[in-house]
């Protein structure tokens, strides 16, 4: 096979002018097909007409490209920007350019840290023209900062916990603008962030509590992201059952929304005002894990009755949401792989996301745009009495048996400072995907580092 390639469409005159290569692409399945004119290798990007042309296409179909030519072991391959140009005329064409280079990276992207018999391979990406760097440039840190969340969360549990997860931040983070700042088990017991520490209660690992702050303008309105950090979630005493609880260590997905999203800013320079807020925590069945019907205090005086351990996220969210008030944070998004329900609701291809109403709608849009596809919930008032406790404010799961994703955020609703202007987003849909497609493999998303990064750009104009 060729060392490189060249990307053409296909209405090119190598393929026009030959009627038995045009009639092989115009039968080939798929947004591209591969072959072989004459001494060179060809990758043509069909012309489909079948679907509107979108951004999301755009990464797709470069994603596609770049998964195959990787499984080939092609080096590179070249496109001119006048080729993409044509090929999606409809679109802003640096917008183009940046989508097309952000799938390029994310097709290729393989975690094979644990399989000695894979050598993960990547074809070089030239996109020739002028003018065109800074657009090519932002592609590729969006890819990067995806993929930093993607590895958080492929990783095995044993290696990201809550005593390593931290200095795996510290040097993400080392080079960039952000200040980190760590506080152990005993800083948290003076911060009295009583359902980090009792949902941590059980594991070997201590709970930590992670702080990141970029100032990138300080006269923009303070924006808190935070993100949950269960890097394993047994379910504690409400043990949870399956044939495979792999892609629990997954729960943490949240936090690595947050981390990517803000490597994605700080790469970027952009001009925000940012905390980011992680608590992490390994929720463990142990004998000195909390058991059903604990009551815990929170730091705002709220009192809390544990129904089910396996309800955890929502526990040191809460904690979270009390310390995004003591920043005195204008806008709070949280972010959690918190409920089965959300997947009943949305399938595996939208997040969910609660709150207000105006701010859901803007979410809404920015996903639409750059991938990590959302859609706006309901807060039903109607049903947060069901959260009521005989013992305690209020219980962490609801007595009803149906609307579980939205009684979870009525749940945090209670938490969020008053005053703050909030959203909260429920990925578990959508964490991971079952098969290679498009930019995505069969592992981790990353969802939620572009969605959170482009909207704080965009409520920070």
């Known amino acids: 096979m060729a060392n490189k390639v060249e990307i053409i469409l296909e209405n090119n005159v190598v393929i026009t002018q030959n009627d038995t290569v045009k009639e092989f692409v115009k039968n080939s399945t798929g947004g591209h097909c591969s072959i072989v004119v004459g001494d060179v290798h060809y990758i043509v990007i069909k012309d489909s007409k079948k679907t509107p042309l979108t951004l999301e296409k755009v990464r797709a179909t470069a994603g596609n490209i770049s998964r195959d030519l990787g499984k080939r072991k092609v080096n590179g391959a070249s496109i001119s920007d006048d080729v993409l140009t044509a090929a999606y005329k409809d679109l802003d064409k640096g917008s183009v350019l940046t989508a097309f280079a952000e799938g390029w990276d994310l097709g290729a992207y393989q975690f094979a840290k644990y399989k000695p018999s894979v050598t993960p391979f990547r074809t070089e990406l030239e996109v ?54 760590v506080f152990d088990k005993k800083k948290l017991e003076e911060m009295e962030m009583n359902g980090v520490l009792t ?106 009755q544990v129904g089910n351990t396996d309800a955890e996220g929502r526990l040191i969210l809460a904690d979270a949401l009390i310390r995004a008030g003591e920043w005195n944070a204008e806008y709070i998004v949280n972010i959690a792989t918190l409920t089965g329900a959300v997947v009943n609701a949305l399938g595996t291809e939208l997040g969910g996301v609660f709150g207000d109403e105006e701010l859901s709608a803007i979410m809404k849009k920015i996903g639409d745009i750059n991938g990590d596809f959302n859609w706006p919930m309901p807060l039903v008032d109607a049903y947060d009495s069901s959260l009521d406790s005989d013992y305690a404010d209020m219980n962490n799961i609801s007595s009803l048996s149906v609307a579980g994703s939205i009684t979870a955020g009525l749940f945090l609703r209670r938490f969020v400072p008053k005053g703050s202007k909030w959203l909260h987003v429920d990925m578990a849909g959508v964490m991971d995907k079952s098969k290679d497609s498009g930019y995505y493999a069969k592992s981790a998303t990353g969802y939620g580092a572009r969605l959170l990064a482009d909207y704080t750009t965009h409520i920070s104009k």
């Open 128 to 181: 020739t023209g002028t003018s065109i760097d800074a657009f090519i440039n932002e592609g590729k840190i969006r890819a990067e900062a995806t993929e930093f969340s993607r590895d958080l969360m492929n990783e095995v549990s044993n290696v990201l916990n809550p005593t390593t997860f931290p200095e795996v931040l510290k040097e993400n983070f080392k080079d960039l603008n952000v200040e980190v700042n």
């Open 199 to 304: 949902v941590g209660r059980g594991s070997m690992y201590p709970p930590t509590f992670v702080e990141l702050v970029y100032k990138g303008d300080e006269s923009k309105p303070l924006v808190a992201l935070v993100g949950k950090g269960v890097t394993f979630d047994t379910g504690g005493i409400s043990l949870k059952s399956g044939k495979d609880l792999s892609d629990m260590r997954m729960d943490m997905g949240g936090a690595a929304a947050v981390s990517g999203a803000l490597t994605l800013l700080a790469k970027m320079k952009a001009k925000v005002n940012v905390v980011v807020l992680i608590p992490i925590v390994e929720n463990a069945a142990d004998n000195t894990s909390v058991l059903p019907g604990e009551v815990i205090h929170y730091k705002n005086g709220l009192t809390v």
